[in-house]
């Protein structure tokens, strides 16, 4: 271990000197520690790069289905398919602006659409916002039914109902976010009819507001907010079905105690079940200044799961990406606000294929492809391993990654879970007390005492048994002493 720790450290130092300086984690006392680089940029593709004809106008959003990205040109009223080649670059395929409609309806186009979801049998659901719909099409653009504005007791109508993202499931169950809309998402049966409300966030309170609510007059209250559930920004369908859920709409003191919850896992029940074992919630930065004018939190826009349950946000405050393991450890976070390759204006959609990242930023129009380097493959190995029930394989792994990172909080924590199934209880609370994992290390401890228990319980019995004999006997002795004194 102690050879391991100086071979680490030693990386550490060298990894550290040559690293861009832009990738970081946190610490157990949520200080900044730069990391290696885990993503580089493969390339930026900007819209006249595409050769349209006419240049993207406020591209919201981000699809990705096996090779292909899509992107939700909403002001143009069009979707750009692009398919992404083993070179690592994004080709124009073909245009979406119209779809046929079979005679069902008239209405074959779209208008400010801002949003899509294809589904594994290749149907597509378009949020089609202006339209007030989502409108489903089979694999061949070919018109089957829309979702429209329920007409149901719980759902209040007034304001436009307008549809700006959308998830479905295996089953053709829609689930989509309204604008003005803060009671969840709305769910819709696979016949389009509305089923009512999911994943409905919990209300926020406002201390203060309460407080003055319960001082001020009939005439004041009336005047003043009620209070109401935060609203959903963006939403992903992970591979097993759970809808990963952002929101930035939260008080910023809310974050520290994990009532702001910025991201959740949602279950068929609507609940969040998020796992958070780490010593930090996944709220992205954990501290923030006032650099360059931006003093805010992080505020997640979009995100997106890889196979393997790392989660990736984007931020649009700072124009940073945070990915987080299923476990809610910070793998690692970089990026920035700027105009440079790699930082971003307005980001506003994350997608990946495969490992590889996409980035959407609004503002100039162009998508930024990132590639993992070594380092982050490394990780990413070391997590899917031990996932696969490869322990001993995944232990390999992580020293492999505290060679480029000694520094690395989950490196030792992931080579203290590889021990701990292996049985190899000591070496395991070495590496958790290292990185202060408590929650580990008084795991590893208990199956540790047991094990030491067991292999001395002889030893154990064989005191017990003497320190209750030898007082016996010695009291017999002195007993039988006294009566032969006594003759």
């Known amino acids: 271990m102690k050879k391991l720790l100086s071979i680490a450290l030693l990386f550490t ?48 959003s981000l699809f990705a289905y096996n090779d292909l990205l899509y992107i939700l040109d909403s002001d143009n009223n069009r979707i750009i398919e692009l398919k992404y080649t083993q070179e690592k670059k994004l080709e124009l395929l073909r245009v979406i602006d119209h779809f046929n409609g079979n005679g069902k309806t008239n209405l074959t186009t779209f208008n400010k659409p801002m949003d899509m979801f294809i589904n594994k049998d290749g149907s597509y659901f378009i949020a089609d916002t202006e339209n007030g719909r989502v409108v489903k099409l089979d694999k061949n653009l070919n018109y089957l039914l829309e979702f429209i504005e329920p007409d149901d007791p719980t759902y209040e109508k007034g304001s436009e109902f307008r549809p700006e993202k959308v998830v479905a499931d295996a089953k053709g169950r829609v689930y989509l976010l309204a604008r003005n809309i803060n009671k969840g998402f709305l769910k819709y049966e696979f016949d389009g009819s509305f089923q009512g409300f999911y994943g409905a966030t919990d209300v926020i309170f406002n201390f203060i507001d309460m407080i003055w609510k319960k001082l001020a007059t009939k005439a004041q209250r009336e005047q003043m907010d009620s209070f109401v559930p935060t609203e959903y920004s963006n939403a992903y369908m992970d591979k097993d079905g759970f ?242 004194q006594s003759l």
């Open 13 to 60: 130092f060298c990894s550290l000197i040559f690293a861009k300086g832009d990738t970081y984690i946190y610490d157990h006392w949520a200080e900044i520690e730069k990391s290696p680089d885990v993503y580089r940029v493969s390339h930026v593709l900007y819209s006249d790069d595409l050769n349209l004809g006419s240049s993207l106008k406020n591209p919201n």
């Open 243 to 484: 809808i990963y859920a952002v929101t930035n709409s939260f008080e910023e003191w809310d974050l520290a105690s994990d009532v702001a919850k910025p991201i959740r896992r949602l279950n068929a029940l609507g609940k969040d079940i998020l796992v958070k074992n780490s010593y930090h919630y996944p709220i992205g930065d954990l501290k923030w200044g006032d650099a360059a004018g931006i003093k805010d939190p992080s505020k997640f826009t979009d995100i997106t799961v890889l196979d393997n349950d790392v989660y990736c946000t984007i931020d649009r405050t700072h124009g940073r990406i945070f990915a987080y393991d299923n476990q809610g450890y910070l793998l690692y976070a970089f990026g920035g606000r700027g105009s440079i390759d790699g930082y971003f204006n307005y980001p506003v959609s994350i997608e990946h294929i495969g490992k590889d990242l996409f980035v959407l930023d609004n503002m100039n129009a162009s998508i930024t492809v990132f590639t993992p380097t070594e380092y982050c493959s490394l990780i990413y190995k070391a997590i899917e391993q031990y996932s696969n029930g490869e322990y001993d394989d995944s232990a390999v792994s992580w020293e492999e990654v505290l060679k480029h990172n000694g520094n690395y909080d989950l490196a030792y924590i992931g080579l203290g879970k590889a021990y701990l199934r292996n049985n190899q209880y000591k070496e395991a609370m070495e590496c958790f007390k290292l990185k202060r994992a408590r929650r580990d290390y008084s795991k590893a401890f208990q199956y540790y005492r047991k094990e030491w228990i067991e292999a001395h319980l002889g030893w154990i019995f064989a005191i017990i048994a003497a320190l209750i004999i030898i007082p016996f006997v010695v009291r017999k002795i002195k007993a039988i002493k006294r009566e032969l």
